[in-house]
């Protein structure tokens, strides 16, 4: 996956009363085929913003969707009881999955916190590097674990968790949405070698300033995503790229330069 140029972000359906599941699940098979026909890998958020959402492996078994497993990156949070966790990554390891991208998550009234001791945590929370320890010990030379990064977060301290993160068995890290240049995503590649450099592509920055816990940032006012995607492919040439946000009515090939190639 990490050698792919693209990763795009791919929500999968709410769970609500007023959601009508079937056609959410044709337009999810519809975005995940046109990931696929693109020659780019897909990453599924775990109920992003404590938000209640099919879960990446329940949506495939729905529709009956085979993948490749270098593929397809799920998510996962801390916000799940230790029995659906379990069960989580033990579906995961049977049908093939590789990649998870680990992170503590947005929690929320319906969703449970995970019982930090119950995985071998010593904090009152669990952390991220307590899930990276739990899934690469009971599930060792299963899954490739990666994690995140907040360049917008004070530093050293966001440094100082990246290596933490990657003592606890992450091999890859994805940044938060980088506007231009960083120098913390620079810092970071001296920590960890497989960086994946996240770009924003929508126009709305009041959800990026929520996605990376900013009220405001300089170098976003005035934002334009392709611009800004230009800017990273030069900053950050042997980078895959993750792409959140990426809209699914355009032509990729006129917007993606790396799909030409």
């Not at 290596?163 to 810092?187: C, L, W, Y």
């Not at 990376?212 to 995607?229: F, M, S, T, W």
Request: glycine fraction near 6%; aromatic fraction near 8%.
């Amino acid at each position: 996956m990490l050698e792919i140029p693209y990763i795009i972000e791919i929500l999968s359906p709410r769970r609500s009363p007023e959601a009508n599941i079937d056609q959410l699940l044709e337009r999810f098979v519809e975005r995940f085929h046109l990931i696929m026909d693109a020659g780019c890998a897909l990453s599924i958020p775990d109920n992003p913003m404590g938000q209640l959402r099919l879960g990446a492996l329940e949506s495939f078994e729905l529709k009956g969707l085979s993948f490749n497993p270098e593929r397809v990156m799920m998510n996962l949070n801390t916000f799940h009881a230790k029995d659906e966790l379990d069960a989580l990554l033990q579906k995961a390891a049977d049908c093939g999955l590789k990649y998870i991208l680990v992170i503590r998550g947005d929690g929320g009234p319906d969703l449970p916190r995970l019982d930090p001791k119950s995985i071998g945590g010593s904090h009152n929370i669990t952390t991220t590097m307590d899930l990276l320890r739990y899934i690469n010990s009971e599930f060792a030379d299963t899954f490739v674990t990666g994690a995140a990064f907040n360049p917008y977060k004070a530093m050293p301290f966001e440094l100082d968790r990246a290596r933490q993160k990657m003592e606890a068995g992450a091999q890859f890290i994805v940044t938060q949405p980088v506007i231009g240049r960083n120098e913390h995503v620079d810092s970071l590649g001296s920590i960890c070698e497989n960086v994946i450099v996240e770009a924003w592509m929508s126009t709305n920055i009041d959800l990026f300033y929520k996605s990376v816990g900013k009220e405001r940032i300089e170098q976003a006012e005035h934002y334009d995503p392709l611009h800004n995607l230009s800017e990273l492919h030069e900053a950050y040439p042997h980078c895959c790229l993750y792409l959140s946000m990426l809209s699914f009515k355009q032509d990729w090939r006129k917007l993606l330069p790396r799909l030409a190639h």
